[in-house]
């Protein structure tokens, strides 16, 4: 019992640090955002332009930590930060004009802001984002949440309220149409 104490002090859950930034612990907020991170940039790589990635996920924790006061728990934290994450995403392109279709950055310039990524690997991500961009909303979000969140298809099931059969059958769907835009 005394170890589990210890553990729910030493790594709190998302619930009690949004508890104790609402009771003006700033830290927790810090906390949240070093958990959160990795999964939200990673969301935003794949379907952002590498040059632009850093900014829209400082967006979607801006946007975070001047909504949270107002965070319910109606969802789970991730479930709410995903939201804003794809919101974030919609603004970023309805800023430059368009809504369903990524800025393409020439490939010398992308080259140039990318250490150590081969120029294929530029070309092939953004045909990736070209992609996932044209693919509808469900297919997008399955992907998103099995490759750039690295959710399990029970994780996915759950969140979506599916049962995990027709998580698989949507997924393998998603990546299919997705097969098929790369191609074109």
Do not use: C
Request: glycine share 4%; charged share 25%; net charge neutral.
């Amino acid at each position: 019992m005394e170890n589990a104490s210890k553990q729910a002090f030493q790594n709190p859950s998302d619930a009690t640090l949004i508890q104790q930034f609402k009771d003006g612990d700033g830290e927790a907020f810090t906390a949240l955002y070093h958990r959160h991170l990795p999964s939200v940039y990673k969301r935003v790589r794949y379907v952002v332009p590498e040059g632009d990635v850093e900014d829209v996920t400082q967006e979607v924790f801006i946007a975070a930590s001047r909504s949270l006061a107002s965070f319910r728990g109606d969802s789970q934290f991730g479930t709410w930060l995903r939201t804003l994450t794809n919101y974030s995403v919609a603004k970023f392109y309805r800023m430059r004009g368009r809504k369903r279709e990524p800025l393409l950055a020439p490939l010398l310039e992308a080259s140039g802001k990318t250490e150590g990524v081969s120029q294929k690997t530029l070309e092939d991500r953004m045909i990736i984002q070209s992609a996932l961009q044209k693919l509808p909303d469900n297919y997008r979000e399955i992907l998103l949440l099995r490759l750039a969140e690295d959710m399990q298809f029970n994780e996915i099931a759950g969140l979506l309220d599916q049962n995990i059969e027709a998580t698989k059958s949507l997924f393998r769907r998603a990546v299919a149409a997705l097969r098929n835009l790369m191609e074109e």
